[in-house]
């Protein structure tokens, strides 16, 4: 691996509140989807990455639902322009030719495709459908995955639909634990828990993403690069360390909209008392490329 310096660091960047769909199982009320349309900060938050966010990271971009901002391709593009790259977590519902200029866009600059199958919006077969139709323009499909929530009353009908995946040529398929409002995690039983890791275990792309329960939430007073190499972004442009430093606030790094943000100059000590890593856990993925 290059030298850790020299690795790019990661924003993971909420670029709208608004999403097109009501999951009954999703962690974000309701009525926080019907915001963050409207953004007017476009060309100031690119003016502020410059300023702020090195030259090779890559902006990971999510929601809400990220297709549904208004200026979502000119960002991108005003990004990839910038000296940055592209990844993308959507739940794969915009137009097909919209996720096609999506992809003629970001063409190499896009490392990570990443999409949500939401079972009760989606049927798995005219989603690898929709899917197979963009494997035609995606330069690189291994870096495609899907992931849908571990709904504990699907699990049986989920590990369904990741065989059928596998069959169709995509053996990415991963569950990601149910969250409450408060983002804790429902408690699976050990039956529910071998189910998860069985369909994990059996995604290629993810195989060493398989979760040990009893370690879930065990990162206090371990190094981590979150706030060095990861920032989260929020779309009023708050930025934190990490997603579990949202509602402790002992992560906040400022807003880089105001001029009073900073990233850490080093990796430093986590803090929080329920760590879900994730951004450790992009850090991670993102750092195997480099390899």
């Known amino acids: 691996m ?26 974000v009320d309701n009525y926080v989807k019907t915001v963050g349309y409207n953004m007017k900060n476009s060309d100031l ?9 090195p030259k ?16 979502f391709l000119d960002v991108v593009s005003k990004l990839i322009k910038a000296g940055y790259t592209i990844s993308v977590f959507t739940n794969l519902s915009a137009p097909t030719n ?19 199958f939401h079972f009760e919006y989606n049927d798995p077969d005219i989603f690898i459908k929709k899917i197979n139709n963009l494997r035609k323009s995606f330069f690189d ?20 639909v990741s065989k059928k995946f596998k069959k169709a040529g995509m053996p990415s398929f991963k569950l990601l634990f149910l969250r409450d409002k408060k983002k804790r995690f429902y ?4 039956k529910q828990k071998n189910i ?47 997603i579990s430093s949202t509602s402790s606030k002992k992560g906040y790094l400022g807003n880089i909209l105001k001029n009073d943000f900073s990233l850490y100059k080093k990796p430093s000590i986590c803090q929080e008392k329920s760590c879900y890593c994730l951004g450790r856990r992009m850090i991670n993925q993102f750092q195997k490329i480099y390899e």
């Not at 290059?2 to 962690?27: A, F």
């Not at 995955?145 to 369904?160: G, H, I, T």
């Open 2 to 27: 290059k030298n850790k310096k020299n690795i790019p660091g990661m924003v993971e960047w909420v670029i709208t509140d608004g999403c097109n769909y009501r999951c009954s199982y999703c962690s």
């Open 45 to 53: 938050f690119i003016k502020q990455f410059i300023k702020y966010i």
């Open 56 to 71: 090779g990271w890559n902006f990971r971009i999510i929601g809400g639902e990220p297709f549904s901002h208004p200026n």
């Open 98 to 116: 919209q996720l096609k200029k999506f992809l003629k866009i970001t063409g190499e600059q896009l490392l990570f495709f990443k999409t949500s």
């Open 141 to 160: 499909f291994e870096r495609v995955s899907v992931y849908s929530v571990a709904l504990p009353e699907k699990l049986d009908y989920l590990e369904k």
């Open 187 to 190: 408690k699976y039983t050990k």
């Open 196 to 242: 998860i890791n069985r369909i994990n275990i059996n995604s290629s792309v993810n195989r060493e993403e398989v979760i040990d329960f009893k370690k879930e939430a065990n990162m206090k007073g371990k190094m981590c690069d979150c706030g060095y190499k990861y920032i989260f972004l929020y779309p009023d442009g708050k930025a934190f360390r990490c």
